[in-house]
């Protein structure tokens, strides 16, 4: 009986300390404290974007998908070795009269590479998924590169 009263005191001694280490520093759920809510300004800068303008825009296709599209674009830089290629969009990513346009962008060869090889060996894919929610009154869509542009409508 002095066993079972003893075990019972110790049990409830162990589960009123729990209380205590879960708000200490010793439970690893608490390591980082509890969230807070934080004020703050935001200083809006111009950022530049220092990748040049693909040489050309040489294909687009848009392809439908669950929830919005993908847009395809294929672009042939001067040279081989060109990288980082993306969709810029322009106007905050926001149509204007209808037209949703985008530049093709790519970083310059890190170094001084004038191998021209051949056009399917310096050709470059970009993609980008753009929602439902964006293409809302968009008819059409445009891709810029550096000596020409290429569109697609609804």
């Known amino acids: 009986m002095l066993k079972r009263i003893f075990l019972l005191i110790m049990v409830g001694v162990l589960v009123t300390s729990c209380g205590r280490i879960s708000e200490s520093r010793i439970n690893p759920f608490n390591w980082f404290g509890k969230d807070r809510n934080e004020t703050i300004q935001v200083i809006e800068k111009d950022v530049t974007d220092f990748r040049d303008l693909i040489d050309q825009v040489t294909s687009l296709k848009v392809e439908r998908q669950p929830g919005g599209a993908i847009i395809k674009a294929r672009g042939l830089p001067q040279t081989q ?4 290629a993306e969709l810029v969009p322009l106007n905050k ?16 060869p890190l170094d001084d590479n004038d191998a021209v090889n051949t056009p399917q060996s310096r050709e470059i ?12 009154g968009v008819r059409r869509i445009e891709i810029i590169g550096a000596q020409n542009r290429r569109s697609v409508r609804r």
Not at 81 to 84: N, Q, V
Not at 127 to 135: E, N, P, R
């Open 93 to 108: 990513g926001e149509p204007v009269k209808g037209t949703l346009s985008f530049e093709f962008r790519v970083a310059a």
């Open 81 to 84: 070795g060109f990288w980082d």
């Open 125 to 136: 894919i970009v993609g980008l998924y753009v929602s439902d929610f964006k293409l809302d």
